[in-house]
């Protein structure tokens, strides 16, 4: 063990050593390498950070799966044995309907490890007055504590209180706006069904997508319930899952528990998860050939320091040197110029996001995961080691007698 760390500690020495003769090509190779390092840190933080704050935006409105009742379809007489019979038949209108026995499968769902938050929630259209001013909206009954857990209503409070129930209800900023009211307003709300009601605005939200700030108007369960004509009833069940990503999974396995129709957030949002898609695929692309790069110009470096140093090489041979111990030596100064360009290429990535995060447009924010930096530093030291491969094999190979010829 001894002899082993001995032959080590002389390889890694002969291998510094032939770095520091050659102090210009070293520095050169590590700032290429540092820059390679510095741009592939940079690029993936900002990009998972983009990602990271549209998903944030586009989930903070909505749940991570809604539940709903399966679609109602005509039912088809049977006919007569030997009869052939034609149908030209149209999709059966959807009323709007409750989930059956919508209380155990909420308790069930409850109980689901997969699942954070579960919140049943009734749900349909309706008409806002005030005066002369009428507003088609969309009224949503919630129970507020369940319903916290799923979209923070809280957080996108501008007005008022948090307050659903006794009469009070919660509208979007921009609805607030068409029909002039605000905190304190009375607001009469009608369904078409001979059922309305005159609510008192407790609170006025902002969602930021404007179309759910026009239309949503919120309401305590009951209240709700009572105005869509749906008594003790909801027509969806909101649930939130760990691991957004899993989403579509765990929503066919929750439709095939509770036999409801189910649809995640990656279906609905189809075209983000493409523009995701392709985000990650270019930034894939520009680690490979940012990679490629810098490989081949450590190899380029090396294979110049083999031309250079074939009498050292020879020298080297000849005293009892073997062709692995060659081998290990520029395949040592490979995996330095990795380590040191990626540790100068970390640090550079750092003070770039620093910049951005400091004096940037304040889009978003990009977090540097210590995972990112330690997966990139080991990409280019093994990249490093790869590239001095093929020169360290070339002077392995060298014949010890021919290299000591070599002038």
Do not use: C
Request: glycine fraction near 10%; avoid cysteine.
């Amino acid at each position: 063990m001894t002899r082993f760390f001995a032959r080590l500690w002389i390889e890694w020495t002969i291998a510094l050593g032939f770095l520091r003769e050659g102090r210009a090509q070293s520095v050169m190779i590590s700032v290429g390498v540092a820059v390679g390092v510095a741009v592939i840190v940079f690029v993936t933080a900002l990009i998972q950070g983009l990602q990271s704050n549209i998903i944030e935006r586009t989930l903070g409105t909505q749940a991570h799966i809604r539940l709903i009742s399966p679609d109602e379809v005509n039912i088809v007489l049977p006919t007569a044995k030997g009869t052939l019979q034609l149908i030209q038949e149209d999709k059966r209108a959807q009323r709007l309907r409750s989930i059956n026995n919508w209380q155990q499968i909420s308790a069930s769902l409850d109980q689901l490890p997969l699942l954070t938050a579960v919140s049943p929630v009734v749900s349909g259209p309706a008409f806002a007055r005030r005066g002369e001013a009428v507003g088609s909206v969309a009224l949503v009954g919630i129970d507020l504590a369940r319903y916290q857990k799923i979209i923070p209503l809280k957080n996108y409070l501008i007005g008022g209180q948090l307050r659903v129930g006794a009469g009070d209800a919660l509208i979007g900023s921009q609805l607030a706006k068409d029909l002039g009211v605000q905190v304190g307003s009375k607001l009469r709300l009608d369904t078409g069904q001979q059922n309305s009601a005159v609510v008192n605005i407790a609170g006025i939200f902002e969602l930021g997508v404007r179309e759910l700030d026009a239309r949503y108007v919120y309401l305590d369960l009951k209240q709700a319930q009572s105005l869509l004509g749906l008594p003790g009833g909801v027509t969806v069940i909101d649930l939130r899952v760990a691991d957004i990503f899993a989403a579509e999974t765990i929503a066919g396995q929750v439709g095939r528990l509770t036999s409801l129709q189910a649809e995640s957030w990656i279906k609905t949002n189809a075209q983000l998860m493409n523009a995701l898609t392709a985000q990650s695929l270019s930034t894939n692309m520009i680690i490979v050939f940012v990679a490629i790069s810098v490989a081949f110009g450590i190899a380029s470096v090396l294979s110049v320091s083999v031309v250079q140093r074939t009498r050292e090489i020879g020298i080297l041979r000849a005293t009892g040197a073997t062709r692995q111990q060659i081998l290990r030596i520029f395949l040592i100064q490979g995996a330095v110029f990795g380590l040191l360009g990626s540790l100068i290429g970390t640090g550079v990535s750092y003070a770039l996001v620093w910049v951005f995060n400091r004096f940037g447009p304040g889009l978003f924010y990009i977090p540097v995961s210590s995972t990112l930096i330690l997966v990139t530093m080991l990409l280019a030291t093994l990249t490093g080691v790869l590239a001095a491969a093929v020169p360290s094999r070339r002077a392995a190979a060298l014949d010890p007698v021919v290299a000591i010829r070599y002038v």
